[in-house]
């Protein structure tokens, strides 16, 4: 267990309305990962980032931005919410051993 | 590019039975990392194991192990006397090892259904 939680765990939004989904690690982990989980996609990188202000993208970064001021802190912001963004969010930390350690998860339903 | 395939969609099996989870994986790396994970019904997600594309050597822990082979790319994983605990999404996954980066690339996942 990495110490790393999510909020909020679940949200219903509507289309076109900005939301922001944080990540919090207790860890001081450098790494930290989102990634969105779909049925027959398995999870797929969104953005990560390699350290304070330090971000890169993920293989499905459209539509989304992330943040990260504090190495504890990693938020995901989606700034016009759209039906495709529905999903199930996962935020992640990475041991120096390369394994990743995920939260809980965030249900995310945009209407 | 970096691809992993579980083509097992669904598995299903009674409880005591043998399962073998299979695993393929594509990359251009020497380099890399290959990791299992379990998602029960609950939905979090639970670290089983990381093996080192240098390190060959099978392993066991428990009802659980693992076969890696570098000359067929598949990193399969057998559950020895399944449980109905067992019953959840399997996911294998890859990370190259020379940027660092610790980008995983998933498979689709593999659901196993333990039936009592």
């Known amino acids: 267990d990495a110490g790393i939680t999510q909020s909020p765990r679940h949200k219903v939004t509507e289309t076109g309305t900005p939301v922001t989904l944080r990540c919090h690690q207790t860890?001081?982990?450098?790494?930290m990962y989102w990634y969105r989980q779909d049925p027959g996609h398995g999870l797929r990188l969104i953005h990560y980032s390699y350290g304070v202000k330090d971000t890169d993208k993920g293989e499905v970064s459209d539509g989304y931005s992330v943040s990260r001021s504090k190495t504890e802190d990693f938020l995901l912001t989606l700034e016009s919410a759209t039906s495709s963004q529905t999903s199930v969010y996962f935020c992640a930390t990475k041991r120096a051993t390369y394994e990743q350690y995920f939260g809980p998860g965030t249900r995310l339903t945009v209407t | 590019a970096q691809k992993v395939t579980q083509a097992q969609t669904e598995i299903s099996v009674v409880e005591k039975e043998d399962v073998t989870l299979d695993c393929v994986y594509e990359t251009r790396d020497t380099t890399y990392y290959l990791f299992w994970y379990k998602q029960p019904p609950s939905g979090e997600l639970v670290f089983l194991i990381r093996?080192?594309?240098?390190?060959?050597q099978n392993e066991i822990s428990g009802r659980y192990s693992w076969n890696f082979q570098k000359s067929t790319s598949s990193f399969n994983f057998t559950i020895t006397a399944s449980q109905v605990v067992d019953s959840a999404v399997y996911f294998c996954?890859?990370?190259?090892?020379?940027?660092?980066?610790?980008?995983?690339?998933f498979g689709q996942g593999t659901t196993l259904q333990v039936k009592p």
């Open positions: 093996r080192n594309s240098f390190d060959e």
């Open positions: 996954a890859l990370s190259d090892g020379s940027s660092n980066t610790g980008k995983l690339i």
């Open positions: 860890e001081n982990h450098r790494y």
